[in-house]
């Protein structure tokens, strides 16, 4: 792999529990992040696997290959006079979030991320469907959309790269983008500016940062992050190795599980337990309900949804509970429209991904 350089780095948010400098991993506390119903700038999670570097506007090119026209360049001012710009907001989120629980079960390989890496913002763009019609790409002609990034070096592999079913990227509802704006602002470079993939529902590793090549495939990403990571691999493969012939025979992620944290459990009187969280949308509907009990399942009580964020976005909750306790725990679970529940534990996978057991809170007097 080429050297990485890491000099050319922007400063980040100081609101930050840094996790690792080089390259940059660090995640907000979920307390923090349930102030806001749109996360601010400064509370969203980094998610590195190489240097973040600052790009222009002006000097940026988009190439789409392998859509039966040769190389295709659009430069961001192109793409934003072409096409009609969509917002929505959508949560993203790293599969390795509450990846710290599940390691308490059996060690796992990853960064042990907490439960703040998410963040639920407005992501504004234009539809890769929009792109796609106009240059005549249809469903039956190729499977797959890779994105490729190889304006920044990373650790694995010579880019980053990431591939989602062509299938998806065409069926205009399901709101992928591409997006050069973020909260109302320009695309930070630390979130991918000036361009990068909004993949709704899908694990953030798809949502590929400073976004510079799309091609149509009839295959998957042969990228490292697609290929060798990021997949969920069965509880009986426990170390590196033997994962490693294995890894070619198990799915690459897509859609992430329903799924709730328990944010905070504070006494606000003597007997006055306020407990909030935030849950997330599964593969078969938003969040309908959230309930919590603080007997381990024996008596569940309804919350109050305070804010969802639409079809993609998260679903923030509270609750005032009377409880006698001196000291305790507090379980979260998600209900979605489907009638789908958030399942009591999360299953261990050795890369500590898409953990969505019960949500887990302490409280004392
Ligand atoms: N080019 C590039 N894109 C990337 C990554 C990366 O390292 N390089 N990390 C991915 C992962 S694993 C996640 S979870 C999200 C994190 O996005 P964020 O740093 O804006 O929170 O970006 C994804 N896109
Ligand atoms: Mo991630």
């Not at 495939?217 to 042969?222: R, T, V």
Request: proline fraction near 6%; hydrophobic fraction near 35%; charged fraction near 20%.
């Amino acid at each position: 792999m080429a050297s990485m350089d890491y000099s050319f780095e922007p400063p980040y948010s100081t609101y930050l529990n840094i996790q690792g400098k080089e390259p940059l991993n660090a995640e907000p506390t979920a307390a923090a992040l349930v102030e806001f119903e749109i996360t601010p700038e400064d509370l969203i999670y980094c998610r590195n696997h190489g240097p973040v570097r600052e790009f222009h506007d002006n000097t940026y090119t988009l190439t789409v290959k392998g859509a039966g026209k040769g190389d295709i360049n659009l430069s961001i001012a192109q793409l934003k006079s072409s096409y009609t710009s969509h917002q929505i907001v959508a949560a993203l989120q790293c599969a390795g979030i509450r990846r710290k629980e599940m390691g308490a079960i059996k060690p796992v390989h990853g960064v042990p991320w907490s439960d703040g890496v998410v963040a639920n913002c407005k992501w504004k763009g234009v539809r890769l469907s929009d792109l796609f019609a106009d240059l005549n790409i249809m469903a039956q002609d190729k499977a797959h959309v890779c994105f490729e990034s190889h304006a920044t070096l990373c650790q694995d592999d010579s880019f980053y790269g990431a591939s989602i079913p062509l299938s998806k990227a065409l069926f205009k509802e399901d709101d992928v983008l591409l997006a050069y704006e973020m909260n109302d602002e320009p695309l930070s470079a630390h979130h991918g500016g000036p361009l990068r993939v909004i993949v709704p529902g899908y694990l953030g590793a798809r949502w590929v940062k400073w976004l510079d090549t799309i091609i149509i495939s009839s295959e998957e990403s042969q990228n490292f992050y697609q290929q060798r990571d990021y997949k969920i691999l069965p509880p009986t493969v426990e170390d590196k190795e033997s994962a490693k012939p294995l890894w070619a025979k198990y799915p690459s992620m897509t859609v992430l599980p329903l799924n709730s944290v328990v944010a905070f459990a504070e006494f606000i009187s003597d007997t006055m337990l306020h407990v909030k969280g935030y849950a997330l949308p599964g593969p078969t509907g938003n969040v309908q309900a959230v309930e919590i009990t603080v007997d381990d399942g024996t008596t569940w009580h309804p919350t109050t949804l305070l804010y969802q964020g639409g079809k993609w976005g998260w679903t923030l909750w509270e609750v005032e509970l009377e409880c006698m306790e001196e000291c305790g725990k507090v379980h979260s679970r998600a209900r979605d429209t489907s009638g789908n529940v958030q399942p009591k534990e999360g299953v261990w996978n050795l890369r500590g991904v898409a953990y969505n057991g019960w949500g887990i809170g302490t409280f004392r007097r």
